[in-house]
């Protein structure tokens, strides 16, 4: 499993250039590179103790009119074990269901990309991992209500060492 | 349409060569744009960061019901001295989608009304299956006031439509759950004579998209 994020920054490309990136299907994040002046980096009482991950800077996008998926980010510290994360809940006033995605090419389509479930996420000791736009996201199925920005709602994070995690998770425009 | 198949967590490293190599020679010439290759360019052109396609392709003839305007049959070409940006995608994508489309609101936001007032915004879902007229009308203009919500339930105009962009997409019934839909993520800029000027991937920081577009609505076409 894949857990380092290809962070690119398109600026002039080459026809091949263009084709990688599309046949990859991935881009860089977008634009500002934001250390959020307001992120959070909680880390919650965890019942396993030290040295599981840490979770900052969980946020999730406004959701516009009718979209009925959501899609929340963070940032993954690794603690002093490798460790994956394998769950995510929210309460049902949020989202019906949970999911962890990847943005990936799609098969079958040039130069598309799809989302694939995946079962877990990899952070390896020390390593930071982080959930963006067009890479690994916390996928929010069958929005109870529009996500508002301004709003946040708590985010439990399930680790494969046992650690769980609960943040929150602020909602922006971007 | 090729059926997906069965789907690894992660991509063919095999596939991915063959993609890039497929879609390196339907782009043609490909380029990125320092200013040099268009047709009346002028020594002192400013670079954009989005990509040029030399030459640009012709979109005029691409169009599609607008479900904002009742059905409307709406034309991918721009008001005159204006520019329209045209995505493909649908309501249901959690992540590339809503990215994209805040990005263009974030660009739109940061430019001089006048020029802002040139830029329309017209999306193309690909999943008309779970994309209703209402829906998606509600969706765009989550973004941009006036936007355009192209649907249409006939695949052909649809794979037409996506094809004269050279975008690609693919909707695959996924058993019990959701259709898997993917799609080309990138973001079109069309001028008042319908060629596609410029194209953005994903991930475009909205200041990029917005000099381009200052550049692209400065200099209208001759």
């Known amino acids: ?89 929210v309460p049902p006033e949020v989202a019906a269901s949970v999911e962890l995605h990847r943005t990936a090419a799609a098969e079958g389509a040039a130069g598309a990309t799809t989302m694939q479930e995946v079962d877990g996420v990899d952070v390896p000791a020390g390593a930071t991992v982080a959930f963006a736009p067009g890479g690994y996201h916390v996928m929010l199925i069958g929005l109870a209500e529009p996500l508002v920005a301004g709003g946040s709602f708590p985010l439990d994070l399930t680790f494969a060492g046992g650690a769980a995690r609960t943040v929150t998770a602020e909602v922006r425009d971007r | 349409m090729t059926p997906l198949h069965d789907r690894p967590t ?98 739109l936001a940061g430019m001089a009304a006048p020029d802002a007032g040139r830029v329309g915004l017209a999306m193309v879902t690909v999943d008309p299956g779970r994309d209703t007229g209402e829906l998606l009308t509600g969706y ?49 800029a069309v001028d008042d004579r319908g060629r596609l000027v410029l194209q953005w991937p994903f991930g475009t920081s909205p200041d990029d998209m917005r000099a381009d577009m200052e550049h692209l609505l400065a200099g209208a076409p001759a």
């Open chain 2, 10 to 107: 992660r991509p063919r490293r095999a596939t991915l060569a063959a993609l890039a190599l497929g879609l390196a020679l339907a782009c043609g010439a490909c380029g990125g744009g320092d200013g040099g290759a268009g047709a009346g360019a002028d020594a002192a052109e400013p670079a954009v960061a989005g990509i040029r396609r030399d030459p640009p392709p012709d979109v005029s003839a691409v169009s599609l019901p607008d479900a904002a305007a009742g059905g409307a049959s709406f034309a991918t070409v721009a008001e005159e001295g204006g520019l329209l940006l045209v995505y493909f995608g649908f309501t249901n994508c959690p992540d590339i989608c809503p990215t994209t489309l805040a990005d263009v609101r974030a660009a």
């Open chain 1, 1 to 89: 499993m894949e857990t380092d994020r290809i962070s690119l920054r398109p600026r002039r490309l080459t026809g091949a250039g263009v084709a990688a990136l599309l046949a990859l299907g991935l881009a860089g994040c977008g634009g500002d590179d934001e250390a959020a002046p307001g992120g959070v980096a909680e880390a919650a009482a965890a019942p396993d103790g030290a040295g599981a991950p840490q979770v900052e800077d969980a946020w999730a996008r406004s959701s516009a009119a009718g979209q009925t998926a959501g899609a929340a980010y963070l940032v993954l510290v690794g603690g002093a074990e490798d460790d994956r994360l394998v769950g995510a809940a």
């Open chain 2, 140 to 188: 765009v203009r989550s973004f941009v006031a006036d936007g355009h919500a192209l649907r249409t339930d006939d695949d052909a105009a649809l794979r037409g439509a996506a094809t004269a962009f050279g975008a690609d997409y693919v909707v695959e019934p996924a058993g019990a759950g959701e259709p898997e839909v993917g799609h080309t993520s990138h973001l079109y």
